[in-house]
């Protein structure tokens, strides 16, 4: 079973930034998919970010696009999201995702709040 660990989360003003960490239990290069979703109150599950291995292609959700950026930090084994120029509209849930194709298995953080507002 693997754990993610998230951290970073709170309060921001609109324009600020923030930065996600989620740390899993297992080396993230054990993860051939990498991601970030959010929910916002009332709204569905969404992909904010995500990164395939191998590949090490990325994509974004259009809304996010050119303010927020995916990144490994492989000295402190850690999946993170930069966040800049937040919104109002970025206010959610955001969970840290990962999968693991070997063993069809995947995993979710337990969710960190981010709320812009002034």
């Known amino acids: 079973q693997v754990q993610l660990v998230e951290s970073g989360g709170g309060l921001v003003q609109p324009g600020g930034s923030l930065r996600l960490s989620c740390a899993p239990s297992?080396?993230?290069?054990?993860?051939?998919?990498l991601a970030w979703y959010r929910q916002a109150p009332g709204k569905e599950r969404e992909l904010v970010a995500q990164e395939i291995a191998g590949g090490g292609s990325r994509k974004y959700h259009d809304s996010v696009k050119g303010r927020f950026t995916l990144s490994r930090d492989v000295a402190k084994n850690t999946v993170d999201l930069q966040m800049n120029n937040l919104k109002p509209e970025d206010t959610a849930v955001y969970y840290c995702?990962?999968?693991?194709?070997?063993?069809?298995?995947?995993?979710w953080g337990q969710g960190t709040q981010v709320t812009v507002s002034s």
């Open positions: 995702y990962v999968r693991q194709l070997s063993s069809d298995t995947e995993y």
């Open positions: 297992q080396t993230i290069f054990s993860f051939n998919v």
